[in-house]
């Protein structure tokens, strides 16, 4: 059973932050975040393992509950560059990650 | 490191036949990944093999479906007696398990080769 993303759609203008979510019903090893531009292929952004880890990358920073099975990707200052659909991934056991429906993200001046 | 390279980028069909798609990983990558996504969607998972060996297969994929990687390096994914439902952009990725089991290590896409079934 895939992630559950929300929100499904946000449109931000440049400078604003934004939080993306992502549960699972299912317990996780480990969730990954993804971000795809049109036509292009997904690009990685991050993974956080189980144990409540919390990393960050330039202004963009995501956490793992392990209790709630839930993650949350924080965009910072977002610039137009950010625009894109965010994937989150988790490997629950030995199966390879299954995918959330994305967030698309529009970032306007 | 070259990246994840398919091959074709695009192909069109006729409902009924087969294609056959190939995947090239990153050299030093042992686990290849295939996942399939439609429009609006994110990817859905089609199998994955470490080094020659298929691990999984999505219990949703069809029998029509069948996907090789006889050397540990490259992959082919053949779909027989394409249908229109088939048509979407398949996706290939590749991976190490050197640190982990593979959960912690990231998975590179390639540019997926989008298929038309008419």
């Known amino acids: 059973q895939q992630p559950v993303q929300s929100p499904q759609a946000v449109i931000l203008r440049e400078g604003e932050d934004a939080v993306i979510n992502c549960s699972s019903s299912?317990?996780?090893?480990?969730v990954h975040w993804y971000r795809q531009k049109h036509g292009e292929a997904p690009v990685f952004l991050m993974i956080?393992?189980?144990?409540?880890e919390q990393k960050g990358h330039d202004k963009i920073s995501a956490s793992f509950n392990e209790k709630k099975q839930q993650s949350s990707l924080y965009l910072t200052a977002s610039q137009l560059s950010y625009s894109g659909t965010y994937f989150c991934?988790?490997?629950?056991?030995?199966?390879?990650?299954?995918f959330g429906k994305g967030t698309r993200l529009s970032v306007i001046a | 490191d070259t990246g994840v390279s398919q091959d074709p980028r695009h192909k069109i069909t006729k409902r009924g036949q087969n294609v056959t798609f190939r995947c090239d990983p990153i050299?030093?990558?042992?686990?290849l990944y295939w996942y399939r996504q439609t429009l609006g969607q994110g990817p859905e998972f089609l199998t994955y093999?470490?080094?020659?060996?298929?691990?999984?297969k999505s219990r949703l994929l069809s029998d029509r479906f069948s996907a090789e990687r006889p050397k540990g390096s490259f992959s082919t994914l053949e779909i027989q007696r394409t249908e229109q439902g088939d048509s979407a952009m398949y996706l290939c990725?590749?991976?190490?398990?050197?640190?982990?089991?593979?959960?912690?290590?990231?998975?590179?896409f390639g540019n997926g080769t989008r298929l038309t079934v008419t």
């Open positions: 093999f470490q080094n020659e060996a298929q691990l999984e």
């Open positions: 299912k317990a996780l090893y480990s």
């Open positions: 990725a590749s991976s190490t398990t050197l640190m982990d089991r593979g959960h912690n290590s990231p998975l590179h």
């Open positions: 050299s030093e990558h042992n686990r």
């Open positions: 991934g988790g490997w629950a056991g030995n199966t390879p990650l299954v």
């Open positions: 956080l393992l189980k144990g409540g």
